[in-house]
């Protein structure tokens, strides 16, 4: 048993191949290719920004960040203290 719908699409598509609905399925063929080309360069693009934004920001700061407990609201850092325990304890993790 054939599809209803696929059906008259289909007669619609081979019969007036030439004719106005032939065009109008051109049509709307190139609209979609050139809709999910769009989006597809879109997506790349996006990404691409994405990873350099990614690169930009670890190459101010690094991957770790390493504040003081006691934070403040302040935008003044205060050092770390060079401790040796400190220092053991960041280095097993």
Do not use: C
């Not at 289909?10 to 063929?29: D, E």
């Not at 997506?43 to 006691?70: A, C, P, R, Y």
């Not at 934070?71 to 097993?92: C, G, T, V, W």
């Amino acid at each position: 048993m054939m599809n209803f719908p696929f059906y008259v699409a289909h007669k619609i598509a081979r019969s007036s191949a030439s004719g106005f609905s032939g065009i109008i399925i051109k049509i709307a063929i190139a609209s979609i290719a050139l809709s999910v080309s769009v989006m597809i360069l879109s997506t790349s693009v996006i990404l691409g920004f994405k990873q350099q934004i990614t690169e930009k920001i670890f190459g101010f700061w690094g991957h770790m960040h390493i504040t003081d407990t006691n934070i403040n609201r302040s935008f003044e850092q205060i050092p770390i203290l060079n401790e040796k325990a400190l220092k053991d304890s960041i280095m097993s993790i």
